[in-house]
C-alpha cells in the first residue's frame, strides 16, 4: 500500500460543492426557520422588558451568562439575517430529518469531531492544521509497508481516525495504526452491513462527514438506502449521498477490513473487559450543556482554537473528579493555572479523596464540547480511573462507549494500559 493513502484532505469539496458556502448557510436557514417550532426548547421566561420581534413572532437574544450562574438578557433583535443564522445553528444540531444510516455515521464521527468555531476559516488552512499539528505518527513506518526497497525506516505513517463497521452491529471510531488513542464504540441498534463482514470509511470520506457536520450541510443531504449499506463493485459497500442544494451526489466507499494480508488495517481499541473505575457517577444529558455553557464554549473559542491548543499551557487538561464536582484545570502554568468546575448531581461518585488525571486538550476537550449535543436518551454515565476517562450513555442509532486515554506519569505521552492495537498483525 503506498504511503499516499493515509492523506487525509479535510479541503476537499463536499456533496454541494456546487454551491458557495453562503448559499449551504441560506437554504440551511429556509429549512430551519420552516421547521422552528419542532425544535426543542432550552428555556422559557417573562421579560421584563417588551423585545423586538419578526415574523411568527421570532427575535434573537444578546445574552450574557453572569459569574453566580444567572442568565441577563441584555437585548433582542428582530433582524432576519439574524434570525435565520441563529435558526441555522439550531438546525446544525437536529438529527431528526436524516436517514438513519447517515444519522448513525454521522452521529458516531461528531463524537471526536473538532468544534468547527476553534478550526482555521481556509479549507486549505483547515487542511494544513490537521496534517501538521492536529495529527500524531503512527506505530509503522513506511519502511514496514509491502515493497519497501531502502535501508532506512522512513517517515513514520501518520494516524489519522478510522471508522470500523464489523460484525453488522459494530462501529468502532479511534486512531489507526496506533495502539492507544480516543476510543468511541458504538453497538447499533439496527446493523448497516452483514454480519460476517469487516469494512472501513476512507479517510477522506470521514473528513466530509465532519465537514458536513461542522458547516451544518448535513441537514440538507439525503442517503441512499436509508437503512443500511448498498454492495460495491469498487469497495464492499457503499452509501449514495445527495445534497437537496445543489443536486449533487458524493459517494461514500467503505473497504474490507484486511489485517491478514494488509500491515495497516489496524486500530486502537479500549480494553474494556479490564476496566475498574476509581470513580462513577451519572449525570443527565443537560450537564454537558451547563458545562459547555461555563467553559468548554469559551475555551475553544479562545485557548482552545487551532493556533492555541498545540502550545505547552494549552495542550493538556487535568480533571479533578470529587463527590461535589468535576472541575477542568486548564492554561497550565508552573506558577498558576485556570480552572472551572461543573457539580455533580447527588449522590456523587462516592470518591474517598478526589481523583485526578491529565488528558491530551485535543483528545478530552472535542468530547467534552460534542456531548452537549448527543441526543442522548436518558442520562449518561462517567467513570474514569489512573488509565482512562469512560462514557457510555444510549441514543436510538445504538449504544454509545468513548473512553479517553490518560496522560502517563510523565504527562507526555498517552497512558496504553487499557488500549491496545485491534487486529495488528503480528
Same mark, same amino acid.
Given at each position: 500500500?503506498?504511503?499516499?493513502?493515509?492523506?487525509?484532505?479535510?479541503?476537499?469539496?463536499?456533496?454541494?460543492?456546487?454551491?458557495?458556502?453562503?448559499?449551504?448557510?441560506?437554504?440551511? #436557514?429556509?429549512?430551519?426557520?420552516?421547521?422552528?417550532?419542532?425544535? +426543542?426548547?432550552?428555556?422559557?421566561?417573562?421579560?421584563?422588558?417588551?423585545?423586538?420581534?419578526?415574523?411568527?413572532?421570532?427575535?434573537?437574544?444578546?445574552?450574557?451568562?453572569?459569574?453566580?450562574?444567572?442568565?441577563?438578557?441584555? %437585548? #433582542?433583535?428582530?433582524?432576519?439575517? $439574524?434570525?435565520?443564522?441563529?435558526?441555522?445553528?439550531?438546525?446544525?444540531?437536529? +438529527?431528526?430529518?436524516?436517514?438513519?444510516?447517515?444519522?448513525?455515521?454521522?452521529?458516531?464521527?461528531?463524537?471526536?469531531?473538532?468544534?468547527?468555531?476553534?478550526?482555521?476559516?481556509?479549507?486549505?488552512?483547515?487542511?494544513?492544521?490537521?496534517?501538521?499539528? @492536529?495529527?500524531?505518527?503512527?506505530?509503522?513506518?513506511?519502511?514496514?509497508?509491502?515493497?519497501?526497497?531502502?535501508?532506512?525506516?522512513?517517515?513514520?505513517?501518520?494516524?489519522?481516525?478510522?471508522?470500523?463497521?464489523?460484525?453488522?452491529?459494530?462501529?468502532?471510531?479511534?486512531?489507526?495504526?496506533?495502539?492507544?488513542?480516543?476510543? &468511541?464504540?458504538?453497538?447499533?441498534?439496527?446493523?448497516?452491513?452483514?454480519?460476517?463482514?469487516?469494512?472501513?470509511?476512507?479517510?477522506?470520506?470521514?473528513?466530509?462527514?465532519?465537514?458536513?457536520?461542522?458547516?451544518?450541510?448535513?441537514?440538507?443531504?439525503?442517503?441512499?438506502?436509508?437503512?443500511?449499506?448498498?454492495?460495491?463493485? &469498487?469497495?464492499?459497500?457503499?452509501?449514495?449521498?445527495?445534497?437537496?442544494?445543489?443536486?449533487?451526489?458524493?459517494?461514500?466507499?467503505?473497504?474490507?477490513?484486511?489485517?491478514?494480508?494488509?500491515?495497516?488495517?489496524?486500530?486502537?481499541?479500549?480494553?474494556?473487559?479490564?476496566? *475498574? +473505575?476509581?470513580?462513577? &457517577?451519572?449525570?443527565?444529558?443537560?450537564?454537558?450543556?451547563?458545562?459547555?455553557?461555563?467553559?468548554?464554549?469559551?475555551?475553544?473559542?479562545?485557548?482552545?482554537?487551532?493556533?492555541?491548543?498545540?502550545?505547552?499551557?494549552?495542550?493538556?487538561? *487535568?480533571?479533578?473528579?470529587?463527590?461535589?464536582?468535576?472541575?477542568?484545570?486548564? !492554561?497550565?502554568?508552573?506558577?498558576?493555572?485556570?480552572?472551572?468546575?461543573?457539580?455533580?448531581?447527588?449522590?456523587?461518585?462516592?470518591?474517598? *479523596?478526589?481523583?485526578?488525571?491529565?488528558?491530551?486538550?485535543?483528545?478530552?476537550?472535542?468530547?467534552?464540547? !460534542?456531548?452537549?449535543?448527543?441526543?442522548?436518551?436518558?442520562?449518561?454515565?462517567?467513570?474514569?480511573?489512573? @488509565?482512562?476517562?469512560?462514557?457510555?450513555?444510549?441514543?436510538?442509532? %445504538? $449504544?454509545?462507549?468513548?473512553?479517553?486515554?490518560?496522560?502517563?506519569?510523565?504527562?507526555? !505521552?498517552?497512558?496504553?494500559?487499557?488500549?491496545?492495537?485491534?487486529?495488528?498483525?503480528?
Amino acid at each position: 500500500m503506498s504511503p499516499a493513502l493515509f492523506v487525509h484532505d479535510h479541503s476537499q469539496k463536499s456533496a454541494g460543492a456546487g454551491a458557495s458556502a453562503a448559499r449551504v448557510a441560506a437554504v440551511i #436557514s429556509r429549512q430551519a426557520l420552516a421547521h422552528i417550532n419542532a425544535f +426543542p426548547a432550552i428555556a422559557a421566561f417573562t421579560p421584563e422588558e417588551p423585545i423586538r420581534l419578526g415574523v411568527d413572532g421570532l427575535s434573537v437574544l444578546l445574552a450574557r451568562r453572569e459569574p453566580t450562574g444567572h442568565v441577563t438578557i441584555l %437585548g #433582542s433583535s428582530n433582524d432576519p439575517a $439574524q434570525i435565520e443564522a441563529v435558526a441555522a445553528t439550531v438546525a446544525r444540531r437536529d +438529527p431528526t430529518g436524516l436517514s438513519p444510516t447517515l444519522r448513525a455515521l454521522a452521529q458516531i464521527i461528531a463524537t471526536q469531531a473538532f468544534p468547527a468555531h476553534a478550526l482555521p476559516s481556509s479549507p486549505e488552512q483547515r487542511a494544513k492544521w490537521y496534517r501538521t499539528k @492536529h495529527a500524531g505518527p503512527g506505530d509503522l513506518h513506511v519502511s514496514d509497508l509491502e515493497g519497501w526497497e531502502g535501508e532506512e525506516r522512513g517517515q513514520p505513517l501518520t494516524s489519522w481516525k478510522r471508522l470500523l463497521l464489523r460484525g453488522g452491529r459494530e462501529a468502532l471510531l479511534s486512531g489507526s495504526v496506533v495502539t492507544v488513542s480516543p476510543v &468511541t464504540r458504538c453497538v447499533l441498534a439496527e446493523p448497516l452491513i452483514d454480519e460476517g463482514d469487516a469494512v472501513f470509511l476512507r479517510p477522506r470520506e470521514l473528513a466530509a462527514i465532519e465537514q458536513w457536520y461542522a458547516s451544518g450541510e448535513l441537514a440538507s443531504l439525503r442517503a441512499d438506502p436509508e437503512l443500511g449499506l448498498l454492495r460495491a463493485e &469498487t469497495g464492499l459497500y457503499k452509501l449514495v449521498v445527495t445534497s437537496e442544494i445543489t443536486d449533487s451526489t458524493e459517494l461514500l466507499q467503505f473497504y474490507r477490513h484486511s489485517p491478514d494480508t494488509n500491515v495497516t488495517h489496524y486500530q486502537a481499541d479500549f480494553g474494556r473487559e479490564a476496566f *475498574e +473505575p476509581t470513580w462513577r &457517577t451519572t449525570v443527565p444529558a443537560q450537564w454537558f450543556a451547563t458545562l459547555r455553557q461555563v467553559w468548554t464554549d469559551k475555551w475553544f473559542a479562545e485557548l482552545g482554537r487551532f493556533n492555541q491548543i498545540t502550545r505547552k499551557n494549552n495542550a493538556v487538561l *487535568e480533571v479533578k473528579a470529587t463527590n461535589d464536582e468535576f472541575r477542568v484545570v486548564f !492554561n497550565r502554568h508552573p506558577d498558576a493555572s485556570a480552572s472551572e468546575a461543573v457539580e455533580f448531581p447527588q449522590p456523587g461518585p462516592n470518591l474517598t *479523596e478526589p481523583h485526578t488525571a491529565r488528558y491530551l486538550s485535543k483528545d478530552l476537550g472535542p468530547i467534552l464540547f !460534542n456531548l452537549a449535543d448527543a441526543p442522548v436518551s436518558g442520562a449518561v454515565t462517567m467513570a474514569g480511573n489512573d @488509565h482512562a476517562l469512560v462514557f457510555t450513555y444510549e441514543t436510538p442509532i %445504538g $449504544q454509545f462507549e468513548i473512553a479517553v486515554p490518560t496522560l502517563d506519569e510523565a504527562g507526555e !505521552n498517552r497512558d496504553s494500559t487499557l488500549f491496545y492495537a485491534s487486529d495488528r498483525r503480528q
